[in-house]
């Protein structure tokens, strides 16, 4: 994973992508897709392999930080000449099929005029499995707070601690009950994520 890790570091110093959304938030996110991948026995190792990718890669072709078209190239080039691993045509195309369809927002957006879940056929697991391992990972307060400071460094700590307490109350706590969040894996992992976010947003603390 050393060469992953590298090219997610220099895209980060190339589009300025800050903490929130940068190389811990990457590993983390890989690791809570692996986690979940053990909780399904019948994944190909193609599916396990394009899912951990995803996951990790998706920040690095955010339209909040990057041109999404140039970015999505970079990212398929990198993986079509990753000595760590053989990635075919299809599989690379995969990877930025899934990346650029699972932002939050944009579903939102998408299911309120009617529409579903995009269609990645055969890699329908491995993009669920990376949209849920990013979405877990928005339990995490410090990242919430870290990405407000980034984006608006002229508000005070208690503007952005208030944002955070919001952006919790009506999105992140409905993950669940919104229908988000519906793998079996996933859902296991929620409650000790709750209780934790709770914790920090009334400590006020940065903790990750």
Request: glycine fraction near 4%; aromatic fraction near 12%.
């Amino acid at each position: 994973m050393d060469s992953l890790f590298l090219f997610i570091e220099q895209m980060c110093l190339k589009y300025n992508i800050d903490e929130s959304h940068g190389i811990k938030h990457a590993k983390g996110t890989m690791l809570r897709a692996q986690q979940i991948i053990l909780t399904l026995p019948k994944i190909t190792e193609s599916e396990s392999k394009i899912a951990v990718y995803a996951a990790a890669l998706h920040d690095m072709c955010d339209h909040k930080y990057t041109d999404v078209k140039k970015s999505s190239k970079e990212i398929y080039e990198w993986l079509r000449n990753d000595s760590s691993n053989l990635w075919s045509d299809e599989e690379a195309n995969a990877v930025i099929h899934i990346i650029t369809t699972m932002s939050y927002s944009k579903l939102k957006n998408a299911f309120a005029s009617g529409q579903t879940f995009p269609d990645h056929g055969k890699w329908q697991m491995a993009y669920h499995i990376a949209r849920h391992a990013d979405l877990l990972e928005g339990y995490i307060v410090a990242r919430c707070v870290l990405y407000n400071k980034h984006i608006y460094p002229e508000k005070s700590d208690d503007e952005h601690w208030l944002r955070a307490e919001e952006l919790f109350r009506t999105r992140v706590f409905k993950y669940v009950s919104d229908g988000w969040i519906f793998l079996p894996g996933a859902l296991a992992c929620v409650k000790g994520l709750e209780d934790e976010a709770h914790r920090c947003l009334e400590n006020r603390s940065l903790d990750w």
